[in-house]
Nanobody, 127 residues
Framework: QVQLVESGGGLVQAGGSLRLSCAAS????????MGWFRQAPGKEREFVAV????????YYADSVKGRFTISRDNAKNTVYLQMNSLKPEDTAVYYC????????????????????WGQGTQVTVSS
């Protein structure tokens, strides 16, 4: 089992920045990739970004490309999501997820293929 705990959410004005953290514990050696998803009220959970645990390869949703950066610190078993130039439409609960298997290009943005999830952290962007 892998446990994930997110932190760093909050209230910020449009144009501002936040950095989310996701600390992993347990069988972290089994993790191939970690991703961030978000879910706004009344909407489906959507992919934000993913990073491979070993090589550090990254992939982003078009809606956040150029504004958000995903990174990892293997020594701390932590993944970060730096969010800049935030917009009101970025308001959502942000979830960290981990996959215990390699993810191909067609799977990495699909929520159901991830094996472990955090409890989520609220991000609210005011206009």
């Amino acid at each position: 089992q892998v446990q994930l705990v997110e932190s760093g959410g909050g209230l910020v004005q449009a144009g501002g920045s936040l950095r989310l953290s996701c600390a992993a514990s347990g069988r972290t050696f089994s993790v191939y990739a970690m991703g961030w998803f978000r879910q706004a009220p009344g909407k489906e959970r959507e992919f934000v970004a993913v990073i491979s645990w070993s090589g550090g390869n990254t992939y982003y949703a078009d809606s956040v490309k150029g504004r958000f950066t995903i990174s990892r610190d293997n020594a701390k078993n932590t993944v970060y999501l730096q969010m800049n130039s935030l917009k009101p439409e970025d308001t959502a609960v942000y979830y960290c997820a981990a996959s215990a298997k390699p993810l191909g290009p067609g799977a990495r943005q699909v929520a159901r293929v991830y094996d472990y999830w955090g409890q989520g952290t609220q991000v609210t962007v005011s206009s």
